[in-house]
């Protein structure tokens, strides 16, 4: 078990590596792969929540949002230079996670979506709103590039890509773990889960605040990547998108999200015609993958790698109960 | 040093599942908990355990009241149950759904569990080996990495022993944990519970295998419509007219 930790993140390893070999001739690639990198690192945490926790949350591209905007605002008010607004542009959407998960997190899982939703137009109307404190509708403009990389491509990419990289990793690791079993038993049964004592709702927080910690990181990246940050930048679509990722690269899997970023950021580059007929191409391109592989694109791959063995029995009644049946 | 609970009452809407029910589990002890269908044991069981709040009496737990603790706080005091539906993680593995147990006594640092530190991985082997000690001395046969859905209801009633005892309790409560298992794994079963009382835990087991509690317990307690109708030694309580009337029909009460 503990042996295959490192291997997805070995793999991405070498897929950087590649991209980075390749790029040389073609830099519009580390572009997209930058683009890629960083929907990754929105993904990956929602895949660890999503997929083995239960937690729909359409409420990510609003904690990037949050971190952006923090780190933002504290230049544009403060001076503060990219290097000291780091810490806050994790904290701050790390903590109003916290403060907000609780009433959220209990909810069942479509509701969870919805009011995750709710909270993420909110924070949208709040940045565009706000007049001259966030700069409405326009944003923060001018902002200083990410330290030490500065706007070296290949220095942004590799950053980025680490960043994924270690993601990658400490999913495997976590959920190799007796927390990771915890996480998994709290999404198949809560009862279960606090049979054997886990504290519920205090593990699924602590875990989502974790990933909006990630997501203002992912903020601060995408603000000083781009020297901007506007109210439609990290916006509810995004989330939405992100969730596509997830589910079509494979919920189950830390590269999953990887796999669906890549799938999500090449396949709108490369598909023909207008930007709307775009989007219907894109959603029936969905639609298809879901149907033909409800577990995600990465399932095909690891199916034939690694599951041949488990038998496809179908599960006794027994096992699969809901909590509202007998105790 | 016991659980005592006192003057439980428990309604659902119109249903009166307990009614002024007093009850003692000492450490060390087998006690059996018998009674009807809707007689109220599970629901004891979830008043003991946290999952139900009562409408009115106390749960002291060695000495102290923890009637307002959380169902997950009070494992970790020493309280561990099965279930009357067994649940598991049907994907899972056999020896994942027994390594879950051990989740109060382990320690789960948070950014050790995310970079696999060398204590979490040396705590994870360990308690690998551990489960696998408690498969085996439960009898359960089958393979550990097989996945727990495919199991037998018996062989899940087993794991959820295995999963219940890995916690290191003080207090077993176990939730008709012979139903649908054949002669030979309740045999199993019954040793496990006499060592693990000869071991000072407290084990209260609801059953409606009557022999099987009969010989296995010091003592019982027959609830009937939430009160309790007789307890004390098994002879006693099953040949008591009250009890034998409301358990076994009136054709049997002669
Ligand atoms: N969550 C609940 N909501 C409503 N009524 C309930 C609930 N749990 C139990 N009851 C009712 O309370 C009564 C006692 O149920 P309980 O499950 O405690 O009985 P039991 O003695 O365990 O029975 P069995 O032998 O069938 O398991 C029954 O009438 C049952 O329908
Ligand atoms: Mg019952």
Redesign the pocket.
């Given at each position: 078990m503990s042996k295959s930790v490192g291997r997805n993140a070995g793999v991405l390893t070498i897929v950087m590596l590649g991209i980075l070999i390749v790029g040389q001739g073609h830099s519009s690639l580390y572009a997209t792969a930058i683009t890629v990198g960083l929907y990754a690192l929105l993904g990956v945490p929602l895949g660890l929540i999503y997929g083995c926790g239960g937690v729909l949350s359409l409420a990510q591209a609003a904690f990037a949002a949050i971190g952006g905007y923090a780190s933002a605002l504290l230049f544009s008010h403060y001076h503060l230079p990219p290097e000291a607004t780091l810490l806050p542009a994790i904290i701050v959407p790390a903590l109003f996670a916290y403060v907000v998960s609780r009433p959220i997190l209990r909810l069942p899982e479509m509701s969870m979506a919805l009011a995750t939703l709710a909270l993420g137009l909110l924070v949208e109307v709040v940045f565009s709103s706000s007049g001259g404190l966030t700069g409405g509708y326009e944003g923060v403009t001018g902002l200083p590039p990410i330290p030490i990389v500065g706007n070296s491509r290949v220095g942004v990419l590799l950053l980025v890509w680490s960043a994924v990289i270690i993601c990658v990793y400490c999913y495997d690791a976590f959920r190799t773990s007796a927390r990771g079993r915890a996480l998994i038993a709290i999404h198949v049964d809560r009862l279960l889960a606090e049979s054997v004592g886990i504290p519920v709702a205090r593990e699924l927080s602590l875990l989502f605040a974790i990933t909006a910690g990630i997501s203002g990181f992912v903020g601060w990246l995408y603000a000083h990547y781009l020297g901007y940050i506007g109210p439609g930048s990290l916006n509810v679509h995004l989330s939405a998108n992100l969730l596509f990722m997830v589910v079509v690269g494979g919920r189950k899997y830390s590269l999953g999200p990887v796999l669906g970023a890549a799938f999500f950021v090449f396949a709108g580059d490369w598909l023909p015609g207008s930007a709307q007929a775009h989007g219907m191409v894109f959603g029936a391109l969905i639609v298809l993958v879901l149907l033909l592989v409800p577990e995600g694109l990465l399932s095909l791959v690891q199916s034939r790698f690694r599951w041949k063995r488990v038998a496809s029995r179908p599960i006794p009644q027994s096992s699969q109960l809901s909590p509202?049946q007998?105790? | 040093m016991k659980i005592a609970a006192r003057d439980l009452a428990v309604r659902?809407?119109g249903?009166t599942?307990l009614d002024g029910v007093d009850f003692e589990l000492n450490r060390g002890e087998i006690v059996g908990l018998i009674?009807?269908?809707?007689?109220?044991?599970?629901?004891?069981f979830n008043c003991i355990t946290g999952v139900?709040a009562p409408n009115a009496g106390s749960v002291v737990v060695d000495g102290a009241d923890i009637s307002n603790h959380r169902f997950d706080l009070r494992v970790h005091l020493g309280i561990s149950r099965t279930f009357?539906t067994p649940r598991v993680n049907a994907h899972g593995t056999v020896l994942e759904a027994v390594m879950l147990g051990f989740n109060p006594i382990v320690k789960k640092p948070l950014f050790g569990s995310f970079f696999g530190s060398r204590s979490v991985r040396k705590a994870e082997a360990d308690m690998e080996s551990r489960a696998h000690n408690l498969i085996s001395e439960l009898g359960i046969t089958t393979d550990p990495t097989k996945r727990a859905g495919d199991l037998s209801l018996g062989a899940l009633r087993l794991v959820e022993v295995a999963r219940a005892l890995a916690a290191g309790p003080h207090y077993l409560l176990l939730d008709?944990p012979a139903a649908g298992i054949d002669e030979n794994d309740q045999g199993v079963l019954a040793n496990v519970i006499r060592k693990a009382a000869k071991d000072g835990i407290g084990v209260l087991i609801?059953e409606?295998n009557v022999p099987f509690v009969a010989d296995l317990c010091g003592r019982l307690i027959a609830?009937v419509q939430?009160r309790i109708a007789a307890s004390g030694e098994p002879s006693g309580v099953l040949s008591d007219p009250h009890f034998v009337r409301a358990y076994l029909g009136d054709s049997n009460a002669g």
């Amino acid at each position: 078990m503990s042996k295959s930790v490192g291997r997805n993140a070995g793999v991405l390893t070498i897929v950087m590596l590649g991209i980075l070999i390749v790029g040389q001739g073609h830099s519009s690639l580390y572009a997209t792969a930058i683009t890629v990198g960083l929907y990754a690192l929105l993904g990956v945490p929602l895949g660890l929540i999503y997929g083995c926790g239960g937690v729909l949350s359409l409420a990510q591209a609003a904690f990037a949002a949050i971190g952006g905007y923090a780190s933002a605002l504290l230049f544009s008010h403060y001076h503060l230079p990219p290097e000291a607004t780091l810490l806050p542009a994790i904290i701050v959407p790390a903590l109003f996670a916290y403060v907000v998960s609780r009433p959220i997190l209990r909810l069942p899982e479509m509701s969870m979506a919805l009011a995750t939703l709710a909270l993420g137009l909110l924070v949208e109307v709040v940045f565009s709103s706000s007049g001259g404190l966030t700069g409405g509708y326009e944003g923060v403009t001018g902002l200083p590039p990410i330290p030490i990389v500065g706007n070296s491509r290949v220095g942004v990419l590799l950053l980025v890509w680490s960043a994924v990289i270690i993601c990658v990793y400490c999913y495997d690791a976590f959920r190799t773990s007796a927390r990771g079993r915890a996480l998994i038993a709290i999404h198949v049964d809560r009862l279960l889960a606090e049979s054997v004592g886990i504290p519920v709702a205090r593990e699924l927080s602590l875990l989502f605040a974790i990933t909006a910690g990630i997501s203002g990181f992912v903020g601060w990246l995408y603000a000083h990547y781009l020297g901007y940050i506007g109210p439609g930048s990290l916006n509810v679509h995004l989330s939405a998108n992100l969730l596509f990722m997830v589910v079509v690269g494979g919920r189950k899997y830390s590269l999953g999200p990887v796999l669906g970023a890549a799938f999500f950021v090449f396949a709108g580059d490369w598909l023909p015609g207008s930007a709307q007929a775009h989007g219907m191409v894109f959603g029936a391109l969905i639609v298809l993958v879901l149907l033909l592989v409800p577990e995600g694109l990465l399932s095909l791959v690891q199916s034939r790698f690694r599951w041949k063995r488990v038998a496809s029995r179908p599960i006794p009644q027994s096992s699969q109960l809901s909590p509202e049946q007998s105790l | 040093m016991k659980i005592a609970a006192r003057d439980l009452a428990v309604r659902f809407g119109g249903i009166t599942a307990l009614d002024g029910v007093d009850f003692e589990l000492n450490r060390g002890e087998i006690v059996g908990l018998i009674g009807p269908n809707g007689a109220g044991k599970t629901t004891l069981f979830n008043c003991i355990t946290g999952v139900v709040a009562p409408n009115a009496g106390s749960v002291v737990v060695d000495g102290a009241d923890i009637s307002n603790h959380r169902f997950d706080l009070r494992v970790h005091l020493g309280i561990s149950r099965t279930f009357q539906t067994p649940r598991v993680n049907a994907h899972g593995t056999v020896l994942e759904a027994v390594m879950l147990g051990f989740n109060p006594i382990v320690k789960k640092p948070l950014f050790g569990s995310f970079f696999g530190s060398r204590s979490v991985r040396k705590a994870e082997a360990d308690m690998e080996s551990r489960a696998h000690n408690l498969i085996s001395e439960l009898g359960i046969t089958t393979d550990p990495t097989k996945r727990a859905g495919d199991l037998s209801l018996g062989a899940l009633r087993l794991v959820e022993v295995a999963r219940a005892l890995a916690a290191g309790p003080h207090y077993l409560l176990l939730d008709e944990p012979a139903a649908g298992i054949d002669e030979n794994d309740q045999g199993v079963l019954a040793n496990v519970i006499r060592k693990a009382a000869k071991d000072g835990i407290g084990v209260l087991i609801v059953e409606h295998n009557v022999p099987f509690v009969a010989d296995l317990c010091g003592r019982l307690i027959a609830l009937v419509q939430g009160r309790i109708a007789a307890s004390g030694e098994p002879s006693g309580v099953l040949s008591d007219p009250h009890f034998v009337r409301a358990y076994l029909g009136d054709s049997n009460a002669g």
